[in-house]
């Protein structure tokens, strides 16, 4: 099982793979991605959406909607597939799970199980669209994708293809750290989260916009035609 250091699992989660797996070879959940601010050595989460959508192998070679953190595979699939490419900067999760599902039975979880911590104060963790461009070149030519766009990861989360994939998934964070809500509410990719787990409006500030991006991107701004977009998702339109 993975876990990046900056990513937290649900008291629950190992168990629920662990059943998950039986029938299948590589198993992934559901995450909220999160914003946090440290107040006494602890975080706490400040702006909460869902990542959820469904597992469409086709679908999965236009864009990856993968996320590795607390994903569980059996060991077999190394000793088949090898070890992480190195090869894949950037994109290896993708890169694994391309090669995964070729030849092995992989399982989405409709849990929102593991939580995926980002925060606007940090450093930028990730390097700009140029930098990953060649590393998305090799993956494409790896596994024959074809041309693949380097389009900011929020904005691709908006095109209608992707938007159409969005899928339904248990909410069970209830906003503070490792606690689960009491019974199980029900999200879908896109919901943002108050702090206290309920629905909110979607609608925020062209500042909270740009965060991620210059946290994951290192751009202090989107693009003209970028910022007409996301001032109009920002509008509500």
């Given amino acids: 099982m993975l876990c990046d250091d900056d990513d937290l699992l649900l008291p629950f989660h190992v168990e629920m793979m662990l059943k998950e797996i039986a029938d299948c070879d590589m198993v992934y959940s559901d995450v909220e991605i999160f914003d946090y601010v440290v107040e006494n050595r602890v975080r706490r989460a400040t702006n909460r959406f869902v990542f959820a959508y469904e597992h469409d192998v086709e679908a999965m070679r236009r864009f990856s909607t993968f996320v590795s953190s607390g994903r569980l ?22 890169d694994f799970f391309l090669r995964a599902v070729e030849h092995y039975r992989v399982k989405r979880v409709p849990v929102a199980s593991a939580l995926y911590a980002f925060s606007s104060a940090g450093d930028n ?16 030519a790896k596994h ?19 938007k159409a994939r969005r899928a339904e998934t248990k909410v069970v964070w209830d906003g503070r ?17 108050g702090e206290k787990g309920g629905e909110r409006d979607m609608i925020g500030t062209m ?20 910022k007409k977009v996301i001032e109009s998702l920002l509008s509500g339109g």
Wanted: aromatic letters at 14%; charged letters at 25%; glycine letters at 12%.
């Fill in 144 to 162: 024959g994708l074809g041309e693949s766009p380097t389009k900011n990861f929020f904005l691709l989360l908006e095109e209608p293809e992707v």
């Fill in 125 to 140: 963790m990730s390097g700009n669209l140029e930098d990953m461009r060649p590393y998305l070149d090799k993956l494409s």
């Fill in 207 to 226: 500042n909270e916009a740009q965060a991620p991006l210059k946290k994951y991107y290192g751009y202090p701004d989107f693009r003209p035609g970028q």
């Fill in 73 to 94: 595979y059996r060991r077999e699939l190394h000793d088949r597939l090898g070890p992480f490419d190195t090869e894949m900067y950037h994109y290896w999760d993708w």
């Fill in 177 to 193: 750290a490792g606690t689960v809500a009491p019974g199980d509410g029900i999200g879908r990719a896109g919901m943002q989260l």
